[in-house]
């Protein structure tokens, strides 16, 4: 197996990253079997880990449009880290596997071991330079590196409770991570959702309540890289959600990652963010989207919404 520097691998993958931290596979695998993680021997021997920071903006919905969390803003993530560590390892003879975020690996638990931030109540990794304002991604290489680039973490949550407090679904507790309570779960879930569910979601996918709180996050995630400009697709007009076919929208709307879960999910959730509105303006568009085969989870939640609105024009 090929030796490498390194240091020639961190400076190669920092001209592309914000953060980055190298660690040898079995580094990871030692610490996620303590987790009583089933992992089985890697076939890759280095492991890097990579930040790149996205930012902080804020864009409301209106009556015609609708906003998902600010992460999904700009283009389609998952593609851009791939791509991104793809130009680093065009230069590195070496076969490898590239992972951002939908892969069985714990992307949390190999950045805390490379040192990119530490573990967050909120669930988050949490960088002192960047908050909690960085995306993940993992490079498995074939590689045999001299020694272990690890970034310096002395940084923790204290006694603050701030995002816990402030979590409209009780999702976070300072002993466990109720992952079925929380908004950007279960409005990514293919399934019926209660009232209490639908009366607390406020987004169109996703949740940044527990990042917004975060007194780590003050004065953080100003740094816009190009991939993640704003392109008008930031607002999802409800008009297209319920008038276009899926290929249609999905053509109109590529490059959004918001988009990974489908078109559906999307409709899902306007509809609750419309009954949340009060917004009769697209009843009759709700009702006719019944004519078109969808989900029984997507039939369950238009009833209700239908119900709901139609009582407050009565």
């Known amino acids: 197996m090929t030796k490498i520097s390194s240091q020639a691998l961190y400076d190669a993958f920092s001209k592309k990253f914000d953060l980055v931290g190298i660690i040898e596979s079995e580094t990871y695998r030692k610490e996620a079997l303590k987790l009583h993680k089933n992992i089985s021997q890697f076939p890759y021997e280095t492991m890097v880990v990579v930040g790149l920071t996205y930012p902080y903006r804020v864009i409301r919905h209106t009556k015609t449009h609708l906003v998902p969390s600010f992460y999904t803003f700009g283009s389609d993530y998952h593609q851009v880290l791939k791509q991104r560590m793809k130009e680093v390892l065009n230069d590195f003879d070496t076969k490898y596997?590239?992972?951002?975020?939908?892969?069985?690996?714990?992307?949390?638990?190999?950045?805390?071991?490379?040192?990119?931030?530490?573990?967050?109540?909120?669930?988050?990794?949490?960088?002192?330079?960047?908050?909690?304002?960085?995306?993940?991604?993992?490079?498995?290489?074939?590689?045999?590196?001299?020694?272990?680039?690890?970034?310096?973490?002395?940084?923790?949550?204290?006694?603050?409770?701030?995002?816990?407090?402030?979590?409209?679904?009780?999702?976070?507790?300072?002993?466990?991570?109720?992952?079925?309570?929380?908004?950007?779960?279960?409005?990514?879930?293919?399934?019926?959702?209660?009232?209490?569910?639908?009366?607390?979601?406020?987004?169109?996918?996703?949740?940044?309540?527990?990042?917004?709180?975060?007194?780590?996050?003050?004065?953080?995630?100003?740094?816009?890289?190009?991939?993640?400009?704003?392109?008008?697709?930031?607002?999802?007009?409800?008009?297209?959600?319920?008038?276009?076919?899926?290929?249609?929208?999905?053509?109109?709307?590529?490059?959004?990652?918001?988009?990974?879960?489908?078109?559906?999910i999307l409709m899902r959730n306007a509809l609750m963010l419309l009954r949340k509105q009060k917004n009769t303006d697209f009843l009759d568009l709700i009702k006719q989207s019944k004519m078109t085969k969808r989900a029984d989870w997507y039939e369950k939640t238009s009833d209700q919404v239908i119900h709901d609105l139609e009582n407050l024009i009565k």
């Open 97 to 264: 596997e590239l992972n951002v975020d939908n892969h069985p690996l714990d992307e949390r638990l190999a950045a805390t071991l490379a040192g990119l931030g530490f573990f967050g109540k909120n669930q988050l990794i949490i960088n002192q330079a960047y908050g909690s304002y960085f995306f993940l991604g993992m490079a498995l290489l074939d590689l045999k590196i001299d020694h272990e680039i690890k970034l310096d973490v002395t940084d923790d949550c204290g006694a603050c409770r701030i995002c816990l407090d402030a979590c409209p679904t009780k999702a976070l507790d300072e002993n466990q991570y109720h992952i079925e309570k929380c908004m950007s779960y279960y409005n990514q879930s293919k399934k019926v959702l209660s009232t209490e569910e639908m009366d607390s979601n406020y987004c169109l996918f996703g949740c940044d309540i527990c990042q917004m709180v975060c007194p780590k996050n003050i004065n953080k995630g100003q740094i816009v890289h190009e991939e993640f400009e704003l392109n008008g697709k930031e607002m999802v007009s409800i008009l297209d959600l319920f008038l276009d076919s899926d290929k249609t929208f999905n053509k109109k709307y590529e490059t959004m990652s918001y988009l990974w879960k489908g078109k559906t």
